[in-house]
Structures are given as structure tokens and as C-alpha cells.
């Protein structure tokens, strides 16, 4: 699971996850490094909760072959 810093405690100790990814906004490079973590991964899922762009991005970085999220006319 990815979630952003205040979500953490949310989702941590719930049975069915098997690690959660905290995205901290942060400099460029610490950005890339995170993107880059992303793509290496292997996810088989990806469900972007946000209608935001950052979260298609990085819905898409994960390369997982499953990719679920909102449907927008210039996005799907």
C-alpha cells in the first residue's frame, strides 16, 4: 500500500497488507529515488484512490499489468 505520511497508521497493521510504501514529499532527487523504488517493485496491482494526476503517475510507474483507478475521458 502507498499512502502519504498522515495515512500511515491507517492501513500499518491491517492483516491483509503486506508493506506500506509512505511517499513523503521531499526534494527532487528524493522523488526520483522513490519513482525509481516504484518501477523496480514488481507490483501485480495498482489502485490509485485519488482523482489527482501524482497519483496516475505513479499508478503508471509501477508497470503493474492491473491498473485500477478513476476513469477520465483523456486518462483511461
Known amino acids: ?3 502519504e505520511s498522515p495515512s500511515y497508521d ?6 491483509d497488507v503486506d508493506e506500506v510504501l509512505c511517499f513523503e514529499k521531499g526534494s527532487l532527487w528524493k522523488q526520483v529515488l522513490f519513482y525509481s523504488q516504484l ?4 507490483y501485480d496491482v495498482a489502485v ?3 482523482e489527482g494526476t501524482r497519483g496516475a503517475v505513479m499508478c503508471f510507474l ?4 492491473i491498473r485500477i483507478g478513476h476513469k ?4 483511461s
Not at 477520465?72 to 486518462?75: C, I
Open 62 to 65: 509501477t508497470r503493474a499489468p
Open 48 to 50: 490509485d484512490m485519488h
Open 1 to 3: 500500500v502507498l499512502v
Open 72 to 75: 477520465f475521458a483523456k486518462r
Open 10 to 15: 491507517l492501513v500499518c497493521d491491517h492483516p
Open 39 to 42: 518501477m523496480r517493485a514488481g
